[in-house]
């Protein structure tokens, strides 16, 4: 059986991996937008210029 202590442990460990792995993708699609936005286009059959932000 699983105490609290280790739960408290395990979930705070499992938050860690989440947000490092968030921060990760968000810094990869902040700055390498122009490398994988093209082939994001391919996979979807899409065009890519359906696929960029016109602000």
């Known amino acids: 059986m699983i105490t609290l202590s280790q739960l408290t ?5 499992a ?11 968000t810094t990869i699609i902040v700055f390498m937008r122009g490398e994988y936005l093209p ?4 996979c979807l059959g899409w065009m890519e ?3 960029t932000l016109n602000i």
Do not use: K, T
């Open 39 to 42: 082939f994001i286009a391919r």
């Open 49 to 51: 210029r359906n696929l």
């Open 9 to 13: 442990e395990l979930l705070g460990w």
């Open 15 to 25: 938050s860690v991996i989440n947000i490092s792995y968030l921060l990760l993708a």
